[in-house]
């Protein structure tokens, strides 16, 4: 394995809630109220869409408002990773990544290990360079088992909402969560920032027309079948834990000039964070503090059969 280089779930395509336009010789970010599963090319409108992107859209009446999905590991700190990050908006580089207690910095000397008293405490987050930013990797389909797609997002309301689900689906199954048919779902609130005007973003649930106790109990039919099989869930998620932490920073320079150009804009609040359709908010002290997502916190329809 070559060393320094994070090794990430295999993509097969992207899920977004909005998209790149370019508006007055610019190219800004839109939001949206619907998904778009588009796949890892680029035409000269933006990334071309996935071949599910229709299936679903015509499923579900033109918008795409859920995704029937899997996830590839029990951990949810592997499924779902969030942290403050700040990216170098010239090159595109991941600068600066933390969790609220300790980050991992590059600068002339190397990358060092230094504290991290988040965005708010921050002289180098000024500006919004900063930001919570989590990514998320989903299954969809039975095609390909280790392939994921790929959500990313800067939207605290779903860094919040998915750390949540994904602690208390991992809890409630006895850690097979892995194996529970899920939901990406988007929804839509108003704040007093947004001043009325709705604000959109994921959350997971169990698939529409299932109970809980059925969703449990196909985990347990599935995790007995995978067992049977010679399957080894646990080997898995150490060889994934093992390729992640390889690196010292998750977004290569080739994904950089992307996740920035979406994510980390100098436009005005209504349009920056707009590819993402929902805003940041900057209140508490760190990542963790707000996420409650400390490791063993949660502890201490395409085909419904598959």
């Not at 336009?21 to 680029?42: A, C, H, W, Y």
């Not at 942290?83 to 580089?93: K, N, Q, V």
């Not at 190397?110 to 008293?117: A, E, F, N, Q, R």
């Amino acid at each position: 394995m070559l060393k320094g280089l994070a090794i990430t779930p295999p993509v097969l395509g992207r899920i977004s809630i909005g998209k790149v336009v370019e508006r007055n010789g610019k190219r800004l970010p839109e939001k949206d109220d619907q998904f778009t599963i588009t796949s890892q090319v680029q035409g000269k409108d933006g990334w071309l869409p996935h071949p599910l992107d229709e299936g679903f859209r015509q499923q579900q009446g033109g918008k795409v408002r859920s995704i029937p999905v899997r996830l590839l590991f029990n951990d949810p700190d592997l499924n779902f990773r969030a942290e403050y990050t700040w990216f170098d908006r010239t090159t595109g580089r991941p600068r600066c990544v933390g969790n609220g207690e300790q980050c991992r910095r590059q600068n002339e000397e190397g990358i060092k290990t230094l504290p991290c008293p988040s965005p708010d405490g921050c002289p180098l987050a000024q500006g919004g360079a900063c930001k919570p930013y989590g990514r998320l990797n989903i299954t969809i389909g039975d095609d390909d088992p280790l392939g994921s797609f790929i959500f990313r997002t800067t939207g605290f309301n779903s860094i919040r909402t998915l750390a949540a689900r994904l602690h208390y689906f991992q809890a409630i199954s006895g850690n097979r969560l892995s194996c529970l048919p899920l939901e990406l779902r988007l929804r839509g609130k108003s704040t007093r920032q947004s001043l009325g005007t709705p604000i959109y973003y994921v959350d997971l649930t169990v698939r529409s027309g299932t109970t809980i106790e059925e969703a449990l109990a196909e985990a347990r039919d599935i995790e007995a079948r995978r067992l049977a099989a010679g399957f080894d869930q646990n080997a898995l998620e150490l060889a994934a834990r093992d390729a992640l932490a390889n690196g010292a920073f998750e977004d290569s320079e080739d994904e950089g000039p992307e996740v920035v150009e979406e994510f980390f804009t100098q436009d005005p609040p209504e349009q920056g964070e707009a590819a993402n359709a929902e805003r940041t908010a900057p209140e508490n002290r760190s990542l963790i503090d707000r996420l409650g997502e400390k490791k063993g916190s949660a502890s201490r329809h395409i085909n419904r059969s598959w």
